[in-house]
Nanobody
Framework: QVQLVESGGGWVQAGGSLRLSCVASESISDFDDMGWYRQRPGKQRELVASITVGSDLKYADSVKGRFTISKDDGKNTVYLQMNSLKPEDTGVYYC???????????????????WGQGTQVTVSS
C-alpha cells in the first residue's frame, strides 16, 4: 500500500511563492512518473507538472516559466516550486505516482496510480 503525503499548501497573495512537497512511503523510483495535478474550482482535475524516473519533465502551458518540478530520490520526495502565483492557480493540488506492471495471471501490463490527499493552495488578488 503506497501512501503519498503532500504538504506546503497555504494562502498567498498574487505574485508570491509556495513550495509543495510530496513524500512517498516507498522509493519513487518504483514509479514511471511522479506528477502534480490540481483541481481548480469548477474545473476538472488537470496535470500541472510531471517528472519521469529518467527525469524527463512536462509542464502545463499555464505554468511554464513559473513552476518547477523536481525530485529527491533519496528522500522519496517530489517538489513543486510555484513562483509568480496567480489567483487562477487556486485549487487543491494532488501528488500522483503512476506506472505499469504486468498482471501475474495474464502477463498483460496494466496501468496503476496512487494519489495523495491533496493540499489547498489559495492565491488572493
Amino acid at each position: 500500500q503506497v501512501q503519498l503525503v503532500e504538504s506546503g499548501g497555504g494562502w498567498v497573495q498574487a505574485g508570491g511563492s509556495l513550495r509543495l512537497s510530496c513524500v512517498a512511503s516507498e522509493s519513487i523510483s518504483d514509479f514511471d512518473d511522479m506528477g502534480w495535478y490540481r483541481q481548480r474550482p469548477g474545473k476538472q482535475r488537470e496535470l500541472v507538472a510531471s517528472i519521469t524516473v529518467g527525469s524527463d519533465l512536462k509542464y502545463a502551458d499555464s505554468v511554464k516559466g513559473r513552476f518547477t518540478i523536481s525530485k529527491d530520490d533519496g528522500k522519496n520526495t517530489v517538489y513543486l516550486q510555484m513562483n509568480s502565483l496567480k489567483p487562477e492557480d487556486t485549487g487543491v493540488y494532488y501528488c500522483n505516482a503512476a506506472g505499469t506492471r504486468p498482471d501475474p495471471r495474464t502477463a498483460l501490463e496494466y496501468e496503476y496510480d496512487y494519489w495523495g490527499q491533496g493540499t489547498q493552495v489559495t492565491v488572493s488578488s
